[in-house]
């Protein structure tokens, strides 16, 4: 049987990809928090909770953007990639959602 040039676990996870997740899941936190505390202020959590949304939009798309940049490194392993893409552009339409439920609601 002949050798492979590589083997499976050799092969490593994007940075990008994992920054991408890290940014995204930091989103998904700011948008629970500002959530549990626009609740316990029954509507009326004021700017702090704006500033948390507005931070985690931001956020969300920073990491969208190296997401797509970690499709770029074929020598990786996709797991990161998909994952911090999947996530920011879910965060990125549900930050879009609330901003545009806040102006038009």
Not at 35 to 59: H, K, W
Request: proline share 1%; net charge neutral; charged share 15%.
């Amino acid at each position: 049987m002949a050798k492979r040039n590589h083997r499976p676990y050799d092969i490593k996870h994007s940075v990008d990809g994992i920054v991408a997740c890290v940014l995204g899941a930091i989103s998904v936190v700011l948008v629970l928090g500002e959530t549990i505390m626009t609740i316990r202020a029954e509507g009326q959590a004021g700017g702090m909770a704006g500033f948390m949304g507005l931070s985690a939009f931001l956020l969300a798309i920073v990491g969208l953007v190296f997401a797509i940049v970690s499709w770029k490194d074929e020598e990786t392993m996709d797991v990161f990639k998909r994952a911090g893409t999947l996530l920011n552009t879910i965060m990125v339409i549900v930050n879009l959602g609330i901003i545009l439920l806040g102006i038009f609601g």
